[in-house]
């Protein structure tokens, strides 16, 4: 009994040093955290009041985007990414990779394309991508196609929600928040 009530005070013990260094000081008066630290980079995006660069109306294809699909060919091997608006690359899959590589048959056929887009989907959702834009005009029956439609099947979104602007006192129409609904 002794050694229950010891185990159980211990693990109350670790959970409230670990619950203060998550929530950052904690008043001993009222019991709640002053401040909450947000880790994820993303969650503007997610709550779609980020900032979305516009660029110029004149820019073809455009810059209003988060997160966009590229796919560039090579003379050897297809490669497909996640560009963010910030220029960085968060997420890669490319046919160069060995683990990727050994199991295909050619690095440029139509399977090779199927496997990116099905490895791709399945990085983006473990990362917390789900919805993303591209600006390529597909050919039915295509290799991009083949891409483009494994990616959607394997639960990446290939459009944006618009960002949410806040309305005005005098607006007629109140659009829903985003947060709310979930």
Sequence with gaps: MLVCRQSKNLLYRVTNINLKRCMGSIS?????AEFVYNRNPRNLEKLR?????????????????????QVT?????VTASV??????????????????????????????????G??????CLECGISDMIHTYEVLPNSKLEALLENLSKGGVRLEEDPRYKSPNPWDQERPEKPWEHY
């Design 118 to 123: 099905k490895v791709l989907a399945q990085r």
């Design 83 to 116: 560009l963010h608006h910030t220029g960085m690359v968060p997420i890669l899959a490319t046919t160069a990779e060995w683990a990727i590589r050994k199991q295909l048959f050619s690095t440029l056929d139509k399977m090779a394309y199927i496997t990116i």
């Design 28 to 32: 001993e008066d009222s019991g709640h």
């Design 49 to 69: 009041i980020a900032y979305k660069p516009a660029g110029y109306h004149l820019e073809k294809p455009g810059r209003e985007f988060w997160h966009k699909l």
């Design 73 to 77: 060919t090579s003379k050897r091997h």
